[in-house]
């Protein structure tokens, strides 16, 4: 049984219909009309839904993803400086043959978990870890994947303390000096600097119902609005759907998901992103690193630009 939000319930039901059927040609039927629900669902969900899907329980995470498309992969750990946070994964794998650098948010599943990720939200040192392996990456000739799943950096008076805002941009500096290629996946919520810090990229791509924003839905209403009630509205305006970003040239690619969402299908999801992540690696591989570094700034000088009627 799926957990499930409050607008799934239609699927919910089918479910269970599905777990309570003896009949085979019931169960058929009733597997069909699960397809097809799911199909409907996802041609109709509002931005503030796909918000709730892009944190929902039971949507894959970045350990997940490790586990399904990458092999022999190797975590490193440590700033070097302070200490290794556990909100950030981060180390070397294989994907189709190809050694890579894999960095990203993890927010753990358990309760007990969670608090050990901190909720993917990092603190000063894991950027600084990020930054180090990004570094070593670049030594060493190795590809950077990064997968960003995170409502924020974390916002404590320790993480300020420790130098959280320059943490992220030296990250973001850095990032643009890199002579490998880069692609950042948002598989989840990618939220303001804690998002942007390993989010400087040749490639952004999005999961279809991933989200990114300079604020989250429930922030922006309050510091608009002061009202939380305004917060579908603010999902609405705040342009932060895959659709919306790729529209406006932020988002390169958007990635299909499974019908429903990712949490229906985790396998068909990780088939999906482990096949557009090699067809991007085998486009940027082949690209001289004068032109690469061009093309990445670029890219972020686009950003922002508009012309006034």
Excluded at 42 to 53: G, H
Excluded at 125 to 144: D, H, M, V
Excluded at 153 to 160: D, K, N, Q, R, S
Excluded at 204 to 216: F, G, K, N, Q, T
Aim: with cysteine; hydrophobic share 40%; glycine share 8%.
């Amino acid at each position: 049984m799926q957990e499930f939000l409050s607008f799934e319930n239609n699927l919910l039901e089918i479910e269970r219909e599905i777990e309570r059927a003896e009949d085979p040609n019931s169960l058929k039927a009733l597997r069909r009309r699960l397809s097809l629900e799911r199909r409907v669902f996802s041609e109709n969900l509002s931005p503030y839904q796909k918000v709730l899907l892009a944190r929902h329980p039971k949507r894959p995470h970045l350990s997940d993803y490790i586990e399904r498309i990458f092999s022999n992969f190797i975590e490193l750990s440590g700033d070097r400086f302070f200490a290794d946070d556990q909100a950030i994964i981060g180390g070397c794998g294989i994907i189709g043959g190809q050694r890579v650098m894999v960095i990203g948010q993890e927010k753990g599943r358990s309760t007990q978990e969670k608090i050990k990720r901190n909720f993917g939200m990092a603190h000063p040192e894991g950027y600084r870890k990020a930054r180090r392996l990004t570094e070593l990456s670049a030594r060493f000739n190795i590809p950077i994947l990064t997968f960003i799943d995170t409502a924020g950096a974390y916002p404590g008076i320790g993480a300020e303390e420790r130098g959280q805002s320059i943490a992220i941009a030296e990250s973001i500096c850095a990032s643009f000096n890199l002579t490998v290629p880069i692609i950042s996946t948002i598989i989840g919520e990618g939220g303001s600097g804690g998002a942007l810090a390993i989010g400087v990229s040749d490639r952004l791509l999005m999961l279809e119902y991933s989200i990114y924003s300079v604020a989250s839905p429930e922030a922006c209403a309050a510091i608009l609005w002061r009202d939380q009630s305004k917060t579908e509205e603010a999902s609405s305006n705040l342009h932060l759907t895959a659709s919306d970003l790729h529209k406006l040239g932020i988002a390169d690619q958007i990635i299909k998901e499974p019908m429903g969402g990712a949490h229906w299908e985790g396998d068909k999801m990780a088939r999906n992103l482990k096949s557009v992540l090699l067809s991007n690696l085998k486009e940027l591989m082949a690209m001289d690193k004068d032109q690469l570094l061009a093309e990445r700034r670029e890219k972020f000088r686009k950003i922002g630009i508009f012309k006034k009627d």
